[in-house]
Antibody
Framework: QVQLQESGPGLVKPSETLSLTCTVSGDSVSSGLYYWSWIRQPPGKGLEWIGYIYSSGSTSYNPSLKSRVTISVDTSKNQYSLNLSSVTAADTAVYYC??????????????????WGQGALVTVSS | DIQLTQSPSFLSASVGDRVTITCRASQDISTFLAWYQQNPGKAPNVLIYAASTLQSGVPSRFSGSGSGTEFTLTISSLQPEDFATYYCQQLNAYPPAFGPGTKLDIK
């Protein structure tokens, strides 16, 4: 069973870079089984998909954040990371790491976010 | 980008009630839709994928249906642990957007 744990600063100043790490246990970030994803949720609001990285190093980002987001992987530590630059108060949120797995039904592959970390609250404030 | 709407936004119900939540997509997403349940202070948990397939371990009182642009999540007999917020998510195209959520609380 895959387990995920977010870590990083809980407070970031405006205009600086938010950096979070997700430590993976129960699988290898190199396995190719999952897309290693980040999702965020502002306080009291809904979920927003940020992006993912695959074992090959390929990435996909939400166009609304693409100019500010970088997701990278450290295979030696079995971790992957999120960097979000030039943050503002609007980036205050609980940030979740999650796995996007593929499940087959009726010969068709379906993606879903099947494992989640507990979430890390990041507040942007001076 | 594909947009999702959910109705209702809020729903009050009692233990034992049957409830239905609707999710609508801005364009045809076939059956590439998942439903998640989120309890306060917790990460979401997937209930259903492929619009109607129950994820392993999810109670059978949950069911999903629909295809194309209109989908439903039904809970046949509400249990106390079902009072939570429910989100749909389309996974037909990136970015995989979520619906705005439906908060289900106790009447």
């Amino acid at each position: 069973q895959v387990q995920l744990q977010e870590s990083g600063p809980g407070l970031v100043k405006p205009s600086e870079t938010l950096s979070l790490t997700c430590t993976v246990s129960g699988d290898s970030v190199s396995s190719g089984l999952y897309y290693w994803s980040w999702i965020r949720q502002p306080p009291g609001k809904g979920l927003e998909w940020i992006g993912y990285i695959y074992s090959s190093g390929s990435t996909s980002y939400n166009p609304s954040l693409k100019s500010r987001v970088t997701i990278s992987v450290d295979t030696s530590k079995n971790q992957y990371s999120l960097n979000l630059s030039s943050v503002t108060a609007a980036d205050t949120a609980v940030y979740y790491c999650a796995t996007e797995g593929t499940y087959f039904y009726d010969s068709t592959g379906y993606s879903l976010l099947d494992h989640w970390g507990q979430g890390a609250l990041v507040t942007v404030s001076s | 980008d594909i947009q999702l709407t959910q109705s209702p936004s809020f729903l009050s119900a009692s233990v034992g009630d049957r409830v239905t939540i609707t999710c609508r997509a801005s364009q045809d997403i076939s059956t590439f839709l998942a439903w998640y349940q989120q309890n306060p202070g917790k990460a979401p948990n997937v209930l259903i994928y492929a619009a109607s397939t129950l994820q392993s371990g999810v109670p059978s009182r949950f069911s999903g249906s629909g295809s194309g642009t209109e989908f439903t999540l039904t809970i046949s007999s509400l249990q106390p642990e079902d009072f939570a917020t429910y989100y749909c998510q389309q996974l037909n195209a990136y970015p995989p957007a979520f619906g705005p959520g439906t908060k289900l609380d106790i009447k």
